[in-house]
């Protein structure tokens, strides 16, 4: 799907180091206390054998048992320590390379579009499963107001439609930020349709990254997984979309 790109200005950013910072303390904290009890088992086991009875000597083969064990957790501890630094490096090399979205139009899974300082606006993607009686757009602010509604195209399939960003009810421009969108319609009998799904279609203008959800697109105020994302075009053509009320 090729969609004209949405203008908002490109920023940089860092990575959210936080997932990183958690595991390397963790595996910081292990090695700690495999040292501690590897120090206190050997003052445990020097002591035995300073005192153990030469007519009746302890069974080395425990000592030897529990030294095995205590290096093979070591070994785990040194390759987990390996695994955080190897997983950071390819934390770094995917915000890098996500950074190349700054500015290209993408398409992800959303109930959100967003409104930019200048007055413009994302796009809203949904698809219905069969053809439409009738559709209608509705948006909403944070506080679930109604900022605008209207009819939508009810083609079967994919569909993308500009938004204007006017409260119908003041005549003003809306804030910038996010605001949710829901779609509902009617089949041909006049009965609701479910399984609709919204997208979101606009400008990438930031990228950041973080432990729970990875690498993540920001289109304004609406952050998506990079992961999510359906459609990518950098180019400026521009394409046959419907404009609707809402």
């Given at each position: 799907?090729?969609?004209?790109?949405?203008?908002?200005?490109?920023?940089t950013?860092?990575?959210?180091?936080?997932?990183?910072?958690?595991?390397?303390?963790?595996?910081?904290?292990?090695?700690?206390?495999?040292?501690?009890?590897?120090?206190?088992?050997?003052?445990?086991?020097?002591?035995?054998?300073?005192?153990?009875?030469?007519?009746?000597?302890?069974?080395?083969?425990?000592?030897?048992?529990?030294?095995?064990?205590?290096?093979?957790v070591?070994q785990?501890?040194?390759?987990n320590?390996?695994?955080?630094?190897?997983?950071?490096?390819?934390?770094?090399?995917?915000?890098?390379?996500?950074?190349?979205?700054?500015?290209?139009?993408v398409?992800?899974?959303?109930?959100?579009?967003?409104?930019?300082?200048?007055?413009?606006?994302?796009?809203?993607?949904y698809?219905?499963?069969?053809?439409?009686?009738?559709v209608?757009?509705?948006?909403?602010?944070?506080?679930?107001?109604?900022?605008?509604?209207?009819?939508?195209?009810?083609?079967s399939?994919?569909?993308?439609?500009?938004f204007?960003?006017?409260?119908?009810?003041?005549?003003?421009?809306?804030a910038?930020?996010?605001?949710?969108?829901?779609?509902?319609?009617?089949?041909?009998?006049?009965?609701p349709?479910?399984?609709?799904?919204?997208s979101?279609?606009?400008?990438v203008?930031?990228?950041?990254?973080?432990?729970?959800?990875?690498?993540e697109?920001?289109?304004?105020?609406?952050?998506?997984?990079?992961?999510?994302?359906?459609?990518?075009?950098?180019?400026s053509?521009?394409?046959?979309?419907?404009?609707?009320?809402?």
């Amino acid at each position: 799907m090729t969609v004209p790109s949405v203008g908002t200005t490109p920023t940089t950013n860092t990575a959210n180091a936080s997932g990183s910072s958690s595991s390397s303390t963790s595996t910081s904290s292990a090695v700690n206390k495999l040292s501690a009890d590897f120090n206190n088992f050997l003052t445990l086991l020097t002591t035995q054998l300073k005192n153990q009875d030469p007519l009746s000597p302890m069974d080395s083969t425990q000592f030897t048992a529990q030294l095995v064990a205590f290096t093979g957790v070591e070994q785990q501890i040194n390759t987990n320590s390996k695994l955080d630094s190897l997983i950071s490096v390819d934390k770094a090399t995917q915000l890098t390379a996500a950074a190349n979205f700054i500015g290209d139009t993408v398409e992800a899974p959303s109930s959100q579009v967003n409104v930019n300082a200048d007055g413009t606006a994302s796009q809203i993607g949904y698809t219905l499963p069969n053809t439409a009686s009738a559709v209608t757009l509705t948006v909403t602010d944070s506080s679930g107001n109604v900022v605008s509604s209207g009819n939508a195209p009810a083609n079967s399939g994919a569909n993308v439609v500009s938004f204007s960003p006017v409260n119908q009810t003041t005549g003003k421009a809306l804030a910038a930020g996010a605001y949710t969108v829901s779609i509902q319609a009617l089949d041909q009998s006049g009965n609701p349709i479910s399984n609709i799904t919204t997208s979101i279609v606009g400008a990438v203008t930031n990228v950041t990254t973080n432990a729970t959800n990875g690498t993540e697109l920001s289109i304004g105020a609406v952050t998506v997984p990079l992961s999510s994302v359906t459609s990518v075009n950098k180019a400026s053509s521009s394409n046959n979309t419907s404009n609707t009320g809402a």
